[in-house]
């Protein structure tokens, strides 16, 4: 899964195996000083920093060689790499948040915020009453903003 998804973000990338290697062996290096929370997230994370880390140092060192006419796409694409990585990691954490829910706040949830139905809409789909609807999503969303706090501490943000 990590290699394919890797070959997506990342197309014409050579050395994808050696990244999934190093990857695997980051995680099992952090895994004996630390508690890993969310193991995939983790090897997603470390994996993609790998690439662009080398993608970096491919482009200091001049490993290749690009012609004029290709030069400014590459720099548009290289943006827009980061930005697809982030987004799909982003999304991979909180699709990670919304399942560690009980399965009533996670359904109440999904149904709210994801499918955007109304309180009225959710209670009648689910047949419980909008008060229980109003309960759950409140518990529900401390419990996203609890995860969230724990992986904030785990793995500090940076803010740029």
């Not at 998804?5 to 062996?25: H, K, S």
Request: include cysteine; aromatic fraction near 6%; charge should be neutral.
């Amino acid at each position: 899964m990590l290699r394919a998804w890797l070959r997506g973000q990342f197309p014409g990338a050579e050395d994808i195996d050696d990244i999934v290697q190093e990857a695997f062996v980051r995680i099992l290096q952090a895994r004996e000083t630390q508690t890993i929370e969310s193991p995939k997230a983790f090897l997603f994370v470390t994996a993609r920093n790998l690439m662009l880390g080398r993608l970096r140092h491919e482009k200091v060192a001049g490993n290749f060689v690009l012609t004029e006419t290709a030069l400014s796409g590459v720099c548009e694409e290289r943006a827009n790499v980061a930005d697809e990585v982030a987004r799909a990691q982003e999304l991979e954490i909180l699709t990670q948040a919304i399942q560690s829910l009980p399965t009533r706040c996670r359904q109440i949830i999904t149904l709210r915020r994801i499918y955007g139905m109304s309180q009225k809409e959710v209670a009648a789909q689910l047949g419980i009453a909008e008060h229980t609807v109003e309960a759950q999503a409140t518990i529900g969303l401390r419990k996203l903003a609890e995860y969230f706090e724990r992986l904030e501490r785990r793995y500090p943000f940076r803010r740029e």
